[in-house]
């Protein structure tokens, strides 16, 4: 967790910057399972703090919440980024506002940026292939559901007959409105006759 904290801070000198001001403080964060303490170093990086340390800020995410958080991560896609603003409404920040407020920002606007991380890890020529390979599978994957939606479609429709097919239900819902049309045709008629 710190190395990946300190990977992003590393993309974004501005981060790191702000980080520096408040070297010496601490963070801690307190999860529903566990709590993580981290303290800011003279290079606007983090390190592991005592557990028992007293912290500057305090960023806790309530047991009782998770479920929600969890569900509104669930429901994004890998292609489309999180909703920060959102996600954040489950977070509670206190402590020292001037750092209270950084953590915060660093939240909305610091991202993981997979394919530089990759690149410092792995060389630029094996990311780019590891990339366009997750793509590929991604996109295959995509089309496997889709097809098996179908597939299974087809045999409660036609094999064990539990759902209407397409084809008929379309057919039924064009003769509902034929008759609808038909009765409002008969209202009609029926109210000039009065």
């Given at each position: ?82 909703d920060i603003k959102r996600l954040m409404s489950y977070v ?13 920002d660093l939240a909305r606007d610091l991202r993981w940026d ?81």
């Amino acid at each position: 967790m710190v190395r990946l904290f300190n990977s992003l801070l590393k993309q974004e000198p501005w981060a790191q910057e702000r980080m520096h001001q408040y070297a010496g403080k601490t963070v801690k964060f307190r999860l529903p399972m566990s709590s993580l303490a981290l303290s800011i170093n003279t290079h606007g990086l983090v390190a592991l703090s005592a557990d028992d340390a007293v912290p500057n800020v305090t960023v806790t995410l309530k047991s009782e919440d998770m479920s929600a958080l969890l569900k509104d991560l669930s429901a994004t896609s890998p292609a489309k980024a999180p909703d920060i603003k959102r996600l954040m409404s489950y977070v509670y920040i206190e402590g020292e506002a001037g750092l209270a407020n950084l953590v915060s920002d660093l939240a909305r606007d610091l991202r993981w940026d997979r394919q530089y991380y990759l690149a410092n890890l792995l060389g630029p020529v094996l990311t780019s292939h590891l990339l366009r390979t997750e793509r590929v599978l991604l996109e295959k994957g995509q089309e496997g559901v889709t097809t098996l939606l179908r597939v299974g479609a087809d045999s409660l429709s036609y094999d064990q007959e539990i759902l209407v097919p397409k084809v008929q239900f379309n057919d039924l819902n064009r003769e509902l409105e034929a008759l609808e049309k038909r009765f409002t045709d008969l209202e009609n008629v029926l109210a000039k006759g009065q």
